[in-house]
């Protein structure tokens, strides 16, 4: 009887550390993927605001990227980035009414291009050449039909 309750309360007590500790592996996971997601919107976020000045790089794309990884990081960087004046100036008009300016519009369809381009050119497979052309011909017929143009 005795061996029996020593046997039952070692289960027990076995179960509660595994339960333990895969709770705290989910929560160290979770902040762990919560903190990667914070840095990668800064990241972008930085992208972003090297495009502003710069004219080659596109800021609206890494901008709604940097959006999505702050909203899925943290709500306090989410609030911050969304109250910026580089996110109410590039992204909230997109966002609110899906719609963009033509200069924005004509800067991500420049630098996607050229970018599918060289993946198409230095690309050796004739059905990873034609995925390619889909996602060029894809990606024309979303911007001009799909996403309305303002001012």
């Known amino acids: 009887m005795i061996v029996t309750q020593n046997i039952i309360d070692f289960i027990i ?3 509660i550390v595994i ?5 705290c592996t989910l929560f160290m996971k ?6 990667i997601y914070v840095i990668l919107g800064f990241i972008f976020l930085g992208l972003g605001a090297i495009g502003v000045v710069l004219p080659v790089l596109p800021t609206t794309p890494f901008l709604l ?3 999505f990884f702050f909203g899925k990081g943290s ?3 989410n ?7 580089l996110y109410k100036n590039h992204l909230e008009s997109f966002v609110t009414n899906r719609s963009m300016p033509l200069k924005t519009k004509i800067s991500i369809l420049a630098f996607s291009s050229s970018m599918l381009l ?6 050796n497979n004739i059905y990873l050449r034609i995925t390619i052309g889909i996602v060029i011909l894809y990606k024309y017929y979303y911007f001009f039909f799909r996403i309305k143009t303002v001012g």
């Open 13 to 15: 007590e076995t179960d």
């Open 19 to 23: 339960h333990n500790e895969i709770i």
């Open 30 to 35: 979770g902040r762990f993927m919560k903190t």
């Open 65 to 67: 990227v940097a959006a």
């Open 75 to 77: 709500d306090r960087f």
């Open 79 to 85: 609030r911050w980035f969304l109250s910026t004046k």
């Open 118 to 123: 060289i993946a198409f050119y230095m690309a």
